[in-house]
């Protein structure tokens, strides 16, 4: 079995930095059968942050993926009221 994911938030530059600065540590060493891809695309003061997930073990996949997802969603959210405080 194989699990694949892309996701794609758009956000403001720093934004999207703040979430690839705060990710990497955890993205850089992300475990057996698991596959992470992380980088940012700014264009005219809009970033997206840009996440691509794979796994190869049965046992683990679903639940490996779900939780990567769920990590990145929370802390998005995080940087995203932060901003609102900010501006």
Known sequence: MEVSLRLSI??????ARSVYVSLRPDNEYPG??????????????????????????????LNTVKGTIDEVLALVSVVVKIGDLVH
Do not use: F, P, W
């Open 10 to 15: 758009e956000l403001d530059a720093r934004e």
């Open 32 to 61: 057996r059968d698991l596959y992470i891809e992380d980088r940012v695309v700014e264009r005219d003061g809009k970033g997206v942050y840009i996440l691509e997930v794979k796994c190869r073990s049965k046992e683990t996949c």
